[in-house]
Structure formats: C-alpha cells, structure tokens
C-alpha cells in the first residue's frame, strides 16, 4: 500500500480545525483560556507540519524556476548567418 501525503494533509488540517474550534467553544463555556490551553497546542502541533511542508514546496518550485532560468541562459547562443 503506498503512502498518500495529501491524506495525511487532510487529516492533520481537520483535526487542527476541531481541536481550535472544542477550545474556543471551552474556553467561552468555562472563561478560563488557561485550563484549555493544552487544545490550543494540539491545534498548532497539526499546522506547524502543514506549514513547513508548504514552505518546502515553495522553496522547490523556486529552485526549479531558477534552474530553469539558468539553463536559458547557459544554452549556446545561435549564429544569424546573413544570406546574400
């Protein structure tokens, strides 16, 4: 069975969005942001990954873009031949 990364993604973004979403709903229920503090974590400890993961891919698409950019430029320039 292969691995699949954007379920992984799926999973980490909704269960982040429900821990945020149980700690504010707690932390109005009992007013005390203290107590429900620890919902908060879990919430950022499943979009911490998600965001470094984005970065990552940014950084990837940039280095391509630029690989891409240099090759351009490195190609062999072409010799106009004047027809007489």
Known sequence: MKFDKSLLRTVLFSL?????????????????????????????????????????EARRAKEIEVAKQVAELNKPARKNKKRR
């Open 16 to 56: 982040g969005v429900v821990a945020f979403v149980i700690g504010v709903y707690q932390t109005i229920v009992e007013q005390d942001l203290g107590r429900n503090y620890w919902i908060f974590m879990i919430s950022l400890a499943c979009w911490l990954p998600l965001n470094y993961w984005r970065q990552q």
